[in-house]
């Protein structure tokens, strides 16, 4: 399957967004790389925003298709009142930390992550992805929206047309792509199941029912009964952090159709989502996916057939169904994913150019398997564990043993 892509667009400036352009501008065959950002700065989800507002929730909310989050308002100098930036609510809270090692959350190509914390704030993470986004901010078109992008067809060949606003100056403007890459992240819409009662529960009683996005700091539980519902690494986070102030005991309870390996749309492949896995170590997973794309759509890498693409989807939902957990790679299934994509970008043809991230490897394996553990003894070292740079630190020590799919 060949493609004549010389013009590409990136929706999206977070950790997957640039991980793309760079490898995209990395390949050196794209005439046009267009970078459509909402915010302001590069970051995506990692960027700060106080504004919390609660009364927006619906309860229960649980269709991830909503309409596109209307921006709020910074004013560019103080006491001026001027909108210059637009502001969009992220799940970032005051004290979160990563829940990844630093050296293990790094993109392989820059390996300046690991000065802070072994487990980062979220401010030194936004900082380390402005960085690492210096040599593609050039591309980045700030503060304008993607709002629609349509196919159409010249030449035989499939263009996009994405549809965009400059939220600034509230101008439209469509331009033409021979392939766009969608990096817009799955962690802006919040999801409240319809449990029964919730609905009669949230007129009784309006505005005590949130979500993790809207969390920034515990003091609105102090001395309140709470109930957590959701153990993952959110959950657990903010948990913690509410039991501090909350009375006791506090209660805790616990897919994209028609894609290729995760990425490729399979009947147009010349559109891709970068970051569709979940429960992934996202930004090296993010470099894997990129270093794939830019070699297919410049010629040195294939696919296979159509009918093979939906042999691979058939048998995916045959062992994880077609929901959700069509995406989720635990288990260290995201680490073989990894491996897998850059096996596959090695054969692309001609060695020069692109970057290409190295696989994971048997210590990888077992720092991965180990994460839950090593997070919960940096968190036992209170505040001593802002000093704590490595595992080995916290008593973690690797004996190579041969892991089974390590390489």
Request: charge should be positive.
């Amino acid at each position: 399957m060949g493609f004549a892509v010389r013009k590409v667009a990136v929706v999206g400036a977070g950790p997957a967004g640039i991980a793309t352009a760079k490898h995209l501008l990395a390949e050196g065959h794209f005439e046009v790389i267009d970078v459509f950002e909402q915010q302001a700065n590069t970051g995506g989800v990692w960027n700060y925003s106080s504004y919390a507002p609660l009364n927006e929730l619906r309860v229960p909310q649980t269709s991830p298709h909503q309409p596109l989050e209307e921006p709020r308002w910074k004013p560019s100098k103080p006491g001026e009142g001027l909108p210059s930036k637009p502001i969009f609510v992220t799940p970032m809270y005051d004290k979160l930390e990563s829940n990844i090692p630093h050296f293990m959350m790094k993109y392989s190509s820059d390996p300046s992550l690991e000065i802070e914390p072994l487990f980062a704030g979220h401010e030194s993470v936004l900082q380390y992805l402005n960085k690492y986004a210096e040599n593609v901010r050039h591309l980045i078109r700030f503060s304008t929206q993607v709002y629609d992008i349509k196919r159409q067809v010249e030449g035989g060949h499939d263009r996009w047309l994405a549809c965009i606003k400059d939220l600034v100056s509230n101008k439209v403007s469509e331009r033409l792509y021979d392939a766009i890459a969608v990096a817009s992240g799955h962690h802006y819409v919040p999801m409240l199941p319809d449990i029964p009662g919730i609905r009669a529960w949230n007129q009784a009683y309006p505005n005590v029912i949130s979500h993790s996005k809207y969390y920034r700091t515990p003091d609105g539980f102090r001395n309140k009964k709470t109930l957590v519902v959701g153990n993952s690494a959110s959950g657990l986070d903010i948990a913690t952090q509410i039991s501090t102030v909350s009375k006791h005991p506090l209660l805790n309870s616990r897919r994209s159709k028609n894609t290729y390996q995760h990425l490729f749309h399979i009947k147009y492949p010349s559109l891709a989502f970068v970051g569709l896995p979940i429960k992934i170590l996202p930004f090296r997973t993010f470099e894997g996916q990129a270093a794939i794309i830019s070699r297919i759509w410049s010629g040195r890498l294939e696919l296979p057939p159509e009918s093979d693409m939906k042999v691979w989807e058939c048998s995916r939902i045959a062992d994880r169904g077609g929901g959700k957990k069509f995406h989720e790679l635990g288990n260290l299934e995201d680490l073989r994913y990894h491996n897998e994509l850059i096996d596959w970008a090695l054969q692309a043809r001609s060695e020069d150019g692109g970057n290409m991230p190295p696989k994971w490897n048997e210590r990888d394996y077992w720092v991965r398997k180990n994460i839950p553990a090593i997070k919960k003894a940096f968190a036992d070292q209170g505040a001593a564990r802002h000093s704590v740079r490595s595992i080995e630190e916290l008593g973690f020590m690797f004996q190579p043993q041969g892991t089974k799919g390590a390489t």
